[in-house]
């Protein structure tokens, strides 16, 4: 997932698609390079866990859940996992 990193524009993170609202949004940045890890709720009421790279969103992986808990505790799992490897919380 965080191979190939590239810079990037670290302006702005993705916003979420359509239809969807977002729960919890953090960005992170190791070196020259930006991710965004998000959870955002669906219009039919299902969680997605979002992890798109700045430099490739083509890329990103989407988790689905059935409800908030397990996707905000995957959000957190994921969260201490980037840290772990140097990623920095940016906001």
Same mark, same amino acid.
């Given at each position: 997932m965080l =191979?190939?990193? *590239?810079? #990037? /524009?670290? @302006?702005? *993170?993705? =916003?979420s698609p359509r239809g969807r609202k977002p729960v919890l949004r953090?960005?992170?940045?190791?070196r020259d390079s930006a !991710? @965004? *890890? $998000?959870?955002?709720v669906t219009a039919s009421g299902m969680y997605e866990l979002r992890v798109v790279p700045h430099w490739?969103? /083509?890329r990103a992986v989407i988790e689905p859940f059935v409800g908030p808990v397990d *996707? #905000? $505790?995957r959000h957190a799992e994921i969260a201490? $996992? !980037?840290r772990e490897v140097g990623w920095t919380r940016v906001y």
């Open positions: =191979r190939n990193e *590239a810079p #990037l /524009s670290r @302006t702005r *993170a993705p =916003r953090w960005m992170f940045e190791r !991710l @965004t *890890a $998000q959870v955002d490739d969103e /083509s *996707a #905000l $505790q201490r $996992q !980037l």
